[in-house]
């Protein structure tokens, strides 16, 4: 077992190299702009494409023409354990059970596979930001949960698509979804509620706050307004003041 | 011993993850793996885990007569049609999609509340979008894009008082067979029966002697 372990752990510093791709943009969003989803999302939409994963597959629909939208491509992800997805630029990012798989968006709108970050099997959705993903790793309740799972939050550079590497990783107690907000990131705890962290240096992050007192299982940030999705609420939080992070609402389920 | 017994109660995918490792990744081009060295250490993981795992499934469960569940909510024939109904409680939440100050909640395997928060001091449900096997949602200028069970279905939005279908792509997930459990429930359920046609979502109830558990 400590050799499944080590073995591993041996996974997560291994990437993958994939053939070139063009690095032109996908066409510009001319029909409307599109809405924000939350980290456990499993459709999104970029530019005149709508990409979906299920368990195994990642498709793309064409939808330039909402009344006649056309599958385009179907792309088989072997490992059958897909979560999420999450967009950033040309990219996507999947969350699978095993680990993070970045996919780039060719002009035709076709994602090819450039690179995957490997962990030991957990429940864990990914967002990204700029030169950095964020990953959750749940072993609290997932089931499936490999050996050697734990409760973190990893936090992996992806200056270097082609090959992510983890710059540092953070003990949580049954992180669920997250969201990023320039350098602020928000972190649902399951039980434990919400934690806000200040990520401006990803080598050694800082709490801010801790919005606790419920469940959270996953957030949406809005440039200052914060949609929190629970078992029994939606909560919405005020964080324009990162120092003074409030609630202002909630939206009762049952009633 | 007692943890890799544990492991395959709890975790039936700790196979798959073990298979993983020895098979599926093999094909990948790790730089610096071979798989030589610790296949041999590992197949006796295999081997002995195997062991474990059958030694310790038929302690998994006992039958009850009498448990709480989930039990499949079948698909009526009419599955395919998207009703636009007057705002409804949130009971089982699934994902949620924000666009221009207003919310789309996921009534798991139901359909989508759409909820007015462009004063997000009061939130106001407006309707409930009926859509049989809902699972997820993204919305683009003023076009929705939602799974009906395995169908991709397209909305326009652009006025909520007629919101109305504008296309349909038929099986555009194909592997969508049923709507699977909630991602996390562990417990009993009923077996489903594909007879009895596509499963839109999962209710708890008082199940007798269930056959099925995860």
Not at chain 1, 52 to 57: K, L, R
Not at chain 1, 131 to 157: H, K, M, N, P, Q
Not at chain 2, 50 to 56: E, G, N, Q, R, Y
Not at chain 2, 125 to 147: M, P, Q, T, W
Request: aromatic letters at 12%; hydrophobic letters at 40%.
């Amino acid at each position: 077992m400590k050799q499944l372990l080590r073995f591993s752990f041996l996974l997560l510093a291994l990437a993958l190299l994939s053939q070139c791709t063009d690095l032109e943009t996908a066409s510009p969003d001319s029909a409307g702009t599109t809405g924000v989803g939350g980290s456990l999302a499993q459709f999104t939409i970029v530019g005149n494409f709508l990409y979906t994963v299920d368990a195994s597959n990642l498709r793309t629909f064409d939808i330039s023409k909402p009344d006649a939208p056309e599958l385009r491509h179907s792309t088989k992800i072997s490992s059958n354990d897909v979560e999420t997805i999450f967009p950033l630029n040309n990219w996507l990012f999947l969350g699978t059970q095993s680990g993070m798989l970045i996919y780039q968006l060719s002009a035709n709108g076709n994602p090819s596979f450039v690179s995957a970050y490997q962990h030991v099997v957990s429940c864990d959705p990914v967002v990204a930001n700029k030169e950095f993903a964020y990953v959750t790793l749940r072993a609290t309740g997932c089931r499936g949960a490999g050996f050697g799972a734990a409760d973190r939050l990893d936090i992996i550079s992806i200056a270097n698509i082609r090959q992510p590497q983890i710059i540092s990783s953070y003990f949580m107690r049954e992180p669920y979804g997250l969201g990023v907000d320039g350098t602020t990131l928000f972190v649902c705890d399951g039980r434990y509620g919400v934690r806000v962290f200040n990520v401006a240096n990803p080598s050694s992050i800082v709490e801010i706050a801790h919005l606790e007192g419920f469940t959270a299982y996953d957030v949406i940030p809005l440039r200052g307004l914060l949609l929190v999705i629970g078992p029994e609420n939606i909560y919405q939080y005020d964080y324009t003041d990162l120092q003074n992070i409030r609630q202002i609402s909630q939206i009762p389920f049952g009633v | 011993m007692l943890i890799s017994c544990y492991f395959f109660v709890y975790s039936p995918l700790f196979q798959r993850e073990l298979l993983h490792l020895f098979l599926k990744r093999r094909t990948f081009n790790y730089k610096s793996y071979s798989i030589m060295k610790t296949s041999p250490i590992l197949h006796g993981i295999w081997l002995l885990s195997l062991a474990f795992f059958t030694s310790c499934q038929p302690q998994l469960q006992e039958i009850p007569e009498q448990v709480m569940g989930l039990a499949p909510v079948y698909a009526t024939t009419d599955w395919r049609v998207i009703k636009v109904s007057d705002s409804r409680a949130i009971q089982k939440l699934g994902k949620m999609y924000y666009k221009d100050g207003y919310i789309f909640a996921g009534e798991r395997g139901q359909g989508i509340h759409i909820i007015d928060n462009r004063d997000p001091f009061n939130p106001r449900r407006l309707k409930f979008i009926e859509i049989a096997g809902n699972s997820d949602v993204a919305i683009k200028g003023n076009f929705l894009y939602a799974n009906n069970l395995f169908d991709l279905v397209v909305l326009d939005i652009s006025n909520l008082d007629q919101i109305r279908v504008v296309s349909r792509v038929e099986k555009a997930f194909p592997n969508i067979e049923a709507t699977p459990l909630p991602d996390n429930y562990t417990g009993f359920f009923e077996c489903t029966d594909p007879a009895r046609g596509v499963v839109s979502h999962w209710e708890e109830q008082l199940l007798k002697r269930p056959q099925c558990w995860r």
